[in-house]
């Protein structure tokens, strides 16, 4: 039996292509535990964060958050672009000065989809850390997507407890959309210990996902620029008030963009722009037909691999 796997040997040689020295070492130790204790590192650092928020005199300053946060993050993608990226049948290397602009963050930046064919299915560690604590959490718990060879042989034969297995593109697909009927928001995380570049979509909600908590915790940092842990997908939405009922299943919403209030004239709806990541889950939540989807340059560039593919080309 071989003493280094030849997952972990691969793992080794693709944190060679965007580090050297004690820098790619380090990530390589970051990296191997942030992938075989996936859960107990999200819990961890959930645990420290919340109670930082609690005690301003200890919490970290805006600069170092912003230190860790260019090096873990994530975009959002609109429901329409997920369906592109899980359809990819080749290889994509976006060049740098592209990414960057899809992904505005100026570390964990690389937009690069090689054997996106290999797929995995991993349990959510945000969910199981709200079973954990005696709630309920939302369904499925085995929803996080891997993807591309080198992640996707990795976190199969080091997270087996984390019921890694092994999807095709069909069933990926029926599962995503499955998630964004629900009402999940979807984002694609970026990591430095993972090569710099994208290795997982996740299904967001608002009530589990710590992901979309951090972003609430950002906000009230003062320093912080106007894109923090999340880049928008690059929509907005618009709502026809016209069948709005005021009802609230829209303020589901992950990034707690629109809210009802009471007003001698009745509920109001208020939807604040600025916290909107174009994320649609309140299109989907909507009972009423009320909410579209709609492309929005202020909200930064979509995650389209479609588009992507065509600039990579010229």
């Excluded at 873990?72 to 290889?91: G, I, R, S, T, W």
């Excluded at 996707?152 to 499955?178: G, Y």
Aim: include cysteine.
């Amino acid at each position: 039996m071989a003493l280094v796997k030849e997952s972990t040997k691969k793992f080794w040689q693709m944190q060679g292509e965007g580090a050297k020295g004690l820098l790619r070492v380090f990530n390589m130790i970051h990296g191997y535990l942030y992938y075989t204790i996936y859960d107990h590192y999200v819990m961890g650092a959930s645990t420290i964060l919340r109670w930082l928020g609690k005690h301003p005199d200890w919490s970290i300053t805006p600069k170092t958050y912003k230190y860790l946060m260019e090096r873990y993050h994530c975009k959002v993608m609109a429901p329409q672009e997920f369906e592109k990226l899980l359809k990819l049948d080749q290889d994509i290397t976006v060049p740098q000065e592209i990414a960057k602009k899809v992904v505005p963050f100026p570390v964990a930046n690389k937009i690069i989809m090689k054997n996106f064919d290999q797929l995995a299915l991993v349990d959510c560690p945000c969910r199981l850390e709200k079973a954990a604590l005696g709630r309920t959490p939302c369904q499925p718990i085995n929803t996080c997507l891997f993807f591309g060879k080198i992640g996707v042989d990795f976190v199969t034969t080091h997270m087996p407890r984390m019921h890694a297995r092994r999807v095709t593109q069909e069933e990926a697909l029926a599962q995503i959309r499955s998630n964004v009927e629900k009402g999940y928001g979807l984002t694609i995380w970026s990591k430095d210990a993972t090569g710099y570049r994208s290795g997982v979509l996740c299904s967001c909600c608002s009530c589990c996902c710590f992901g979309t908590e951090v972003e609430r915790m950002a906000r009230k940092i003062p320093g912080l620029g106007p894109i923090n842990i999340t880049a928008p997908s690059g929509y907005s939405v618009v709502t026809d008030m016209s069948k709005c009922k005021a009802d609230g299943a829209c303020t589901a919403c992950p990034y707690e963009a629109r809210e009802i209030l009471q007003t001698p004239e009745g509920k109001k709806l208020v939807y604040h722009y600025d916290l909107c990541m174009g994320c649609g889950a309140c299109v989907h939540k909507c009972p009423h037909g009320a909410i579209t989807l709609v492309r929005d340059e202020k909200k930064g560039i979509p995650f389209d691999v479609e588009e992507l593919r065509k600039q990579a080309r010229a």
